[in-house]
């Protein structure tokens, strides 16, 4: 289950060109997000996982307005606050592909993260006890902490991503 072409240009406004590793022949959906800039990926990704849990869980599925401490509200058993990342790919010749940022557990019950790869969109989630763990020996920044991880480029699964990560399908597995 991917962000698909129709996903961004429903809630796309505009896109700008810039050089990337991107190519429309390797993923439409992943082209357009790379001539987005972060804002823009963020508002569509939010609003795409939004869509996809209302659709697999059959919950509704809020998400909430800009600068808000979280990205989404489900009501499930009672509502969850859920934060989405997304991530371009990065030159690993200056550190990890792929950079989630300003990750601020204290702020959502679920961490939903979107890696951009230049063949399309990985979604992977994890539960907020899950994320403190990953972040307790990580320096906190002002805005949160960061995880780094490196798909690989063969199978574009991700190299080192810790278990605590399941699939779109797998949410919201232990709520």
């Not at 679920?110 to 890696?115: D, G, K, N, S």
């Not at 992977?124 to 990953?134: E, Q, R, S, Y």
Request: net charge positive.
């Amino acid at each position: 289950m991917s962000i698909t072409m129709r996903d961004i240009r429903r809630h796309s406004s505009k896109c700008e060109a810039k050089e990337s590793p991107y190519c429309p022949k390797k993923s439409k959906a992943a082209y357009e997000f790379s001539l987005m800039d972060r804002v823009e990926r963020s508002n569509i990704t939010e609003k795409a996982i939004a869509e996809k849990i209302e659709h697999h869980t059959g919950a509704q599925a809020t998400v909430t307005i800009h600068n808000y401490p979280w990205d989404i509200t489900v009501d499930l058993d009672k509502p969850k606050r859920i934060e989405v990342k997304s991530s371009l790919y990065h030159d690993p010749n200056k550190g990890s592909s792929y950079r989630f940022v300003n990750i601020s557990p204290e702020h959502f019950d679920y961490l939903f993260i979107v890696f951009v790869t230049p063949k399309g969109t990985i979604e992977k989630w994890a539960h907020v006890k899950d994320v403190k763990k990953l972040c307790k020996n990580r320096k906190k920044h002002a805005m949160g902490y960061q995880l780094s991880y490196t798909l690989n480029s063969t199978n574009g699964r991700a190299a080192a991503l810790p278990e605590c990560f399941h699939d779109m399908e797998d949410f919201p597995y232990g709520n």
